[in-house]
Each structure stands twice: as structure tokens, then as C-alpha cells.
């Protein structure tokens, strides 16, 4: 949820003078308001000459709150979402799509966890560069720490189908194309992130539906670096942040009908055992989860389900992380 700034155009209430009273009770941004004493809130309004105006302003933010839950659906709702308008997006890796009865759902939030070098930022690479080269449409990368590599994605174009046999000029042709697909920015902290989607969002909303080039995939590699600076502490600020930082990905994800994967690194746990860094207020927002793992000297990688919507959890599959060649190793 974005700070109260960025709401006035929407919102002409929410001016500097409704902002000025809010940010004098320490609220810059809506989460703050979750956080804050309402009660209290509203009292202070009362005693202010604008008092109306204050209050109107209170109202509209809580209104603001209320329109991120998420809506009550009923069974037969359910079922039609699921089996209408969505559909499944390649990875690149033909077993992980099986794994995955077809690749990454359309309308879901897919979060690829796992310790460093286990493939979590090739896997995204090579999703994006077979999603633009099958004409799928858009992808927006955000990048949080220069993991973008347009060289890696374009050696990921699938040399079985055309480069082999392509003349030099269409398989230039063939990446240019790839290329301009992708789009990629870089994000460094949970409130750019933030104001990122919150544009997102709007200029998705207004946006009419070319499906040849319209938003397919949102990746946000990786989306623990932006949210761990925040969390800790008894300050349960940061978890709320995260969690509605959360909602809005999925919000987007279902409004837009795209898939949205980010990466969650690992931290040491218990005993020393690694775990995801964003854990258990985060593990049951994302649709479906993957613990990626890679033996130490070896190329491949795997992956397994930790969560999904509808499938069990501890089916595995893996995928070769170097080089061009065909992808495809058989699943366990
Ligand atoms: N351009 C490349 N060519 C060949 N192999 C590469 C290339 N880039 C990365 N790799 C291999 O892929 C491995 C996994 O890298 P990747 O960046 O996907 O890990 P990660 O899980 O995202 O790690 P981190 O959490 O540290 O970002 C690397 O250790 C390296 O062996």
C-alpha cells in the first residue's frame, strides 16, 4: 500500500493538509494507519478546527484499506475463476512445467525460494526469455541487485527450435525481439517497490487488451532482499508491510491476469539450518511455493513443491542451470 502522498491524485480529500495532521501522529503512509489507534485518531480530529474534513479524510483511507481484502467468493465462484481466463506460461524447463501441470499459472503469485546459486535467478531468466520468444507478450523484471543478464536471456533462446538453423540476421532479429519484450528496472527498498506497483496497477487498469503485448509475467528477483532491511525488532511494522506488499502481488496477479514469481533467499535457522528468509507470516500468502536445491559442483538443479493450490506438496522436478543446451534431465 503506497504512502498517503501518492493517494491525493485519486483522492483529492487526502491533501496537505489531511497528510500534515496525519504525519503529526507519526502516519506517512496506509500501513501506518493499520498500525495506529484509531480511536485515538479520531479523537485528536475532533478537537481540530477542519475537524470534518479530518475525519472525511480518515474515512476514505479506511475505505482504501477495505477495498484490499479480499473479496468473499463462493464455491461455484471459485471453481469458474479456476478454470476460466487463466492459463499457464512456460518456463523453459519442460519437466518443471510438468511439475507444475503446464508451467506458471496465470492469476498466481509463485515464489521460487532457495540458498544462493541454486537457480532461482536463472529459472526466471530463462521463463522470461521463452515467454517473450513464443510471442506471449510482456515481462517486467525488477531487479533488486543487477541479477539481470539480457546476455544469459538470450542464450537461453531455445536453440532446437530456430537458432541452429537460422541465418545470422533472423536469429539477431529473433533476440532483438525477445529483448524489447522484456522490460527491466531496478528496485532498492520495499516503499519503491511500492509506489512501482501502485503504478502498475493503475496503468494496468486503463489499459485496453492487446493480448499480444499486454503483462504476462512480473518477476521480482529477489523480492526477501527488499522486505528483510524491515523486518525485526518487536516493531510488528515491517511484518505489515510485508504482508500487504504480499496482497497487492496477488492483487495484481488476479486483476491483470498475470503471473507474478519472485525470490526468496535463504538464512540460517535453527540449528544452522537454512531456511527461507521471509518465513512463516509470509509462507501462506504465495499461491504456490518451490524450494530450489543444487549439490555443491553439480548443474542441476531441483525443484520441489512446498505449497500449491492444487496439487499435493513433494513432487520434485530439475532442470540443467548451464548452458544452452536442451534443458529438459528427467524428473526423480
Ligand atoms: N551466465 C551464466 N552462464 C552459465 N552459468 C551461469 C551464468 N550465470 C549464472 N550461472 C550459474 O547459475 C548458478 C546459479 O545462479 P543464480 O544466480 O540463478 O542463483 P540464485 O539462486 O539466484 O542465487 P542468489 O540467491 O545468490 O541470487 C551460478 O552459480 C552459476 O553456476
Redesign the pocket.
Known sequence: MPPLKNLEQEFPIIDAEFRQFCSSHGIFSVEDFLVNDLYSLAAFAEGEAISDKLKQGIAQVLSIIDRQHQPWLNGLELLEDAQMKKRFLPTGCQWVDSLLQGGLREGHLVE?A????????????RAAAHIADRKLGTIMFLDT?N?F?P??VS?FLDPSTTSSSLPKEAQERRCRRVMSSILCRSVFDIFELQDVLNRLSITLGRKGKDEATRLRLLVI??ISSLITPILGGRDSHGRSLMVSAGYALKRLADESNLCVLV?N??VGGEGGLPKPALGESWKSIPHVRLL?S?EHGS?I?TVSVLRHTSMAPGGAAKFA???GQPIAVSPD
Open positions: 521460487l532457495g540458498p544462493s546459486s541454486s537457480g532461482k535467478t536463472q529459472l526466471c531468466l541487485g541479477s543478464s546476455e544469459r542464450s528477483d529477489s525470490t533467499h535463504m530450489l543444487r548443474h538443479s542451470i548451464d548452458g
